[in-house]
T-cell receptor, first 115, second 113 residues
Framework: AQTVTQSQPEMSVQEAETVTLSCTYD???????LFWYKQPPSRQMILVIR??????QNATENRFSVNFQKAAKSFSLKISDSQLGDTAMYFC????????????FGEGTQLTVNP | DTAVSQTPKYLVTQMGNDKSIKCEQN?????MYWYKQDSKKFLKIMFS???????INETVPNRFSPKSPDKAHLNLHINSLELGDSAVYFC????????????FGEGSRLTVL
């Protein structure tokens, strides 16, 4: 079974600064996807960024980028120029690249952006 | 238009009652899911349906019964509610075998008194 671990329950950052959230996972699969989801106080789950395991290039979406280290099974999220609206719970998630797969989530990291 | 919509958003009920949560998606996806988020914010899959067929059924009490009348709808019925059922229940949808991301509804907060 796949496991996803987020070792930082809480983090804080000053507005406009950069913060990195950590995620490690354990799998024997070679084909899979990794995701970061954001859950603001509104409760809505919002996809932040996605990485296919077969791609060596790290995914980026505007201020959000990942550092995907496949051999180390590490998938960290970097948020640049943090904004107050980035305050949320961030979940790292794993999905096998097979038909009957499901999204397995980490425990989450509560990020607070301070003014 | 909301892509994945759940009703109701909030539900407060007494132990022993039966309740249902409805979910509809207008994204044309073929797969729908129910996830449970507990008080510690941990998200765990409960069920998944593909084209009205149950494909994932985690270890969930028999009191929970999903129903998918068509591929755009997935409802969750819970019998004999218990205190431990209090949680936020999320519906989600995706394309099976597709790029992988799930699109979530806004969640339904169930409180059992």
């Amino acid at each position: 079974a796949q496991t996803v671990t987020q070792s930082q329950p809480e983090m804080s950052v000053q507005e406009a600064e950069t913060v990195t959230l950590s995620c490690t996972y354990d799998t024997s699969e070679s084909n899979y996807y990794l995701f970061w989801y954001k859950q603001p106080p509104s409760r809505q789950m919002i996809l932040v960024i996605r990485q296919e395991a077969y791609k060596q290039q790290n995914a980026t979406e505007n201020r959000f980028s990942v550092n995907f280290q496949k051999a180390a099974k590490s998938f960290s999220l970097k948020i640049s120029d943090s904004q107050l609206g980035d305050t949320a719970m961030y979940f790292c998630a794993f999905m096998k690249g097979s038909v009957l797969s499901r999204l397995t989530f980490g425990e989450g990291t509560q990020l607070t952006v301070n003014p | 238009d909301t892509a994945v919509s759940q009703t109701p958003k909030y539900l407060v009920t007494q132990m022993g009652n039966d309740k249902s949560i409805k979910c509809e998606q207008n994204l044309g996806h073929d797969t729908m899911y129910w996830y449970k988020q507990d008080s510690k914010k941990f998200l765990k899959i409960m069920f998944s349906y593909n084209n009205k067929e149950l494909i994932i059924n985690e270890t969930v009490p028999n009191r929970f019964s999903p129903k998918s009348p068509d591929k755009a709808h997935l409802n969750l019925h819970i019998n004999s509610l218990e205190l431990g059922d209090s949680a936020v229940y999320f519906c989600a949808s995706s394309h099976l075998g597709g790029p992988g991301e799930l699109f979530f509804g806004e969640g339904s907060r169930l409180t059992v008194l």
